[in-house]
């Protein structure tokens, strides 16, 4: 299968982490062992809401140098995108050619939480700016990644959608899935053979076990539970969307940590109590 991803995405609504606050997550994420950070807060205006305006200049700037730090901690530095309901490919392709113009090469697009019909119209128009920003970025970079949230991103039903999305999205491109419902209390191995056999490829689990932008001022503490061991070996890897708050989410993604290096042996418990005694 080659590189799986292991870390988290922040993917969250509500306030997002700041700058010193990324950088330190990249730290955390290489020091555990972790190789992935997505970049995708909803409430980046130029991520979603205005999401065909160029970032500012000191916007850029903190980009190109959390990406060298992730370049340096051996993390995959994603940035993700999120055109909305009414995607055009052409203006895609030039935001992020100015992201590979400061040296990113890993991307997302963000199909997720918009006003569309979901049906095959919709996933053809999806799929379609996908392969040619994939298409794009082969003659740019050497090794591009990309990575996809459907608009249905949870869940069984097969729809028109959903087949049009597995038969047009270019294999290569990686699929979200977020598991039985948005906030999974459980992901367990009848539920990866389901979903592995209607999208016809193992997917990249966006683990929102931990989001807490739907229940404000509410901090989470327990460990990472209630997961298939499975889940690492039959997927292309896990990133835990966290909590708003930066610090008291560490203990969460450090347990989440402890489950992916070693499944089958994990104690959710005992991560917990490590978590709380390696972490200040």
């Not at 950088?23 to 909803?42: C, M, Q, R």
Request: proline share 6%; aromatic share 14%.
């Amino acid at each position: 299968m080659g590189t799986k991803f292991f870390g988290v995405v922040e993917g969250f609504y509500r306030k997002p982490y700041t700058f010193r606050e990324r950088l330190d997550l990249i730290e955390f994420l290489s020091a555990l062992g972790l190789n992935t950070y997505v970049y995708g807060p909803k409430n980046d205006i130029y991520h979603r809401k205005k999401w065909l305006c160029l970032y500012p200049a000191s916007k850029m700037k903190e980009f190109k140098k959390l990406n060298a730090l992730s370049s340096a901690r051996n993390v995959h530095f994603n940035y993700a995108l999120s055109p909305m309901s009414d995607p055009d490919a052409k203006r895609i392709i030039n935001k992020i050619h100015s992201m590979i113009e400061i040296g990113i090469s890993q991307f997302s697009l963000f199909y997720d939480d918009i006003t569309v019909t979901v049906d095959k119209k919709t996933a053809e128009k999806q799929a379609a700016t996908a392969n040619e920003l994939l298409y794009f970025l082969r003659k740019k970079i050497p090794r591009p990644m990309l990575f996809f949230c459907p608009t249905q991103y949870r869940g069984f039903r097969k729809t028109r959608y959903i087949e049009t999305i597995t038969k047009e999205l270019d294999k290569s491109i990686m699929i979200f899935w977020t598991g039985p419902k948005v906030v999974s209390k459980r992901i367990d191995v009848s539920h990866l053979n389901k979903i592995t056999e209607l999208m016809k490829r193992p997917l990249l689990i966006w683990d929102n076990i931990f989001a807490n932008d739907y229940l404000p001022g509410v901090i989470l503490r327990f460990p990472y539970r209630y997961r298939a061991p499975q889940i690492v070996e039959q997927t292309q890897g896990i990133l835990i969307n966290p909590m708003n708050q930066y610090k008291p989410s560490k203990p969460l993604i450090y347990t989440a940590a402890e489950f992916i290096k070693a499944p089958y042996r994990y104690v959710p418990k005992k991560a917990w109590k490590q978590a709380m005694h390696n972490i200040n």
